[in-house]
């Protein structure tokens, strides 16, 4: 079964670094981008951006380019978010997300994390 | 960006009505790379739409999906009491990827 696995919610202050991490599994990890997904409290979704595994290539949103940086382990299959700095507005939930052609990022998104939601406040 | 922009924002219906769900782009999709999701309270989006009319994986097929360039629908054509939920289409055809603002669709 394909799947993705994310790490458990967090509490932290501003200021703090965070980094938190998408398990794959079922599928050959570095064939699939793999994207993120913010969604703030009873708020609609918005894309922080994609990396492909297989080589890390990353595109970012410029709504968050500077603000986060992705990353992948390929020994592990999983992918990470991660934040060096945490603000108050940071908190939301945050899905990682398969697209469904391998290889390629035009695709909707057809397998989804759990969600992790991480909370920052002081 | 792309904007999208849904409508109605909420649609109040009885199971084993029609509905007909709206996403205006601010801006020609490229290739009719456009997703539609549905999402439940306390749940993950699910795929339910992309290539703004192919069915993904399991869906059933009350669910349709139409549209090219700015103007795509989602249809459910009867729905079932696990249909009452927020629905969000999506262009993935220009980055940044944007997301439409949701239309929730409620019983009456």
């Known amino acids: 079964e394909v799947q993705l696995v994310q790490s458990g919610a967090e509490i932290k202050k501003p200021g703090e670094s965070l980094k938190i991490s998408c398990k794959a599994s079922?599928?050959?990890?570095?064939?699939?981008?793999i994207a993120w997904v913010r969604q703030m409290p009873d708020k609609g979704l918005e894309w922080l951006g994609i990396?492909?595994?297989?080589?890390?290539?990353?595109r970012y949103s410029p709504s968050f380019q500077g603000q986060v940086t992705f990353s992948a382990d390929k020994s592990t299959s999983t992918a990470y978010l991660h934040w060096p700095s945490l603000k108050a507005s940071d908190s939301a939930i945050y899905y990682c997300?398969?697209?469904?052609?391998?290889?390629?990022?035009?695709?909707?998104?057809?397998?989804w994390g759990q969600g992790t939601t991480v909370t920052v406040s002081s | 960006d792309t904007v999208l922009t849904q409508s109605p924002g909420t649609l109040s219906l009885s199971p084993g009505e029609r509905a007909t769900l709206s996403c205006r782009a601010s801006?020609?999709?490229?290739?009719?790379?456009l997703a539609w999701y549905q999402q439940k309270p306390g749940q993950a989006p699910r795929l339910l739409i992309y290539?703004?009319?192919t069915r993904a994986t399991a869906i059933p097929d009350r669910f349709s999906g139409s549209g090219s360039g700015t103007d795509f629908t989602l249809t459910i054509s009867r729905l079932e009491p696990e249909d009452f939920a927020l629905y969000y289409c999506?262009?993935?055809?220009?980055?940044?990827?944007?997301f439409g603002q949701g239309t929730k669709v409620e019983i009456k």
């Open positions: 997300a398969r697209p469904g052609v391998p290889k390629n990022y035009y695709s909707g998104l057809d397998v």
């Open positions: 079922g599928y050959i990890f570095t064939t699939y981008f």
């Open positions: 990396i492909y595994p297989g080589n890390s290539d990353t």
């Open positions: 801006q020609t999709v490229s290739s009719a790379f």
């Open positions: 290539d703004a009319s």
């Open positions: 999506q262009q993935y055809g220009a980055s940044p990827w944007t």
